[in-house]
């Protein structure tokens, strides 16, 4: 394989993994809080990290069996700082004693024609990206106490978090989706309600391919100007 397709195949890679892990990864403070989706239920966010703000919708899209027990499709969308497009990326959530996992994973990138579903067992580094976080943020932080936390969304009665570590704070409510979360503080981000969503819809449609690298290097290459 020539060089130059290799440098694109790992270009590809490092902006579609790295994507999937920075949205569902164990730094993003959406994953703290307490599980209770409803279908079409979601949030909206506006997080700040290192000054710089950008915005966030997690909703629920969908539900299905796996091993006899329901689990839920969770999308995340966000905007390429690259393209200024959105991107989305649905995990499908099960819960079992160990917590919420996701067990599959299906991403539109801005400018393909077709979703992919990514194999959660794989990363560039060899590493997985199959994670599973507590169903309640119990689990892993103490109560502080009961406040009245005011948002763009709104005011809202929380349980404040203190997280065990000493890594950060959360703020979760009983009426915001999926999650409960209204605020987050750690020593490198925030996060805000700015929207309570009640009518979600999937963005991603279409049936998804498999995660095929140089496929979607044909591609990029076929859009570009000749």
Known sequence: MKRKQMIAIFGLLAVALPVAAQMFGP????????????VGNGAAYEMTRDGKKSQMEITVVGK?????????WMEMGMTDPRTSQPLYAKTLMSVSDAGVTSTRMIM???????????????SPAGRGMKQTSPA?????????????????????????????????????????????????????STM????????AKDHITGTPKKFDP?????????????
């Open 27 to 38: 730094k993003v403070p959406s994953l703290s809080g307490i599980w209770h989706p409803v």
């Open 64 to 72: 299905e069996d796996v091993d006899g027990k329901p689990a839920f």
């Open 108 to 122: 539109q990138m801005p400018g393909q024609p077709d979703p992919m579903e990514m194999d959660l067992s794989m």
């Open 136 to 188: 309640n943020i119990a689990d892993k932080a103490e109560v502080v106490g009961t406040e009245s936390v005011t948002v763009p969304a709104g005011t809202f009665s929380c349980t404040h978090f203190r997280m065990k570590d000493g890594s950060g704070d959360a703020w979760v409510s009983d009426k915001v989706g999926p999650w409960g979360l209204v605020k987050s503080e750690n020593k490198d």
């Open 192 to 199: 805000v309600l700015t929207k309570v969503i009640t009518d």
């Open 214 to 226: 140089m496929q979607m290097m044909r591609d990029r290459q076929g859009q570009q100007p000749q």
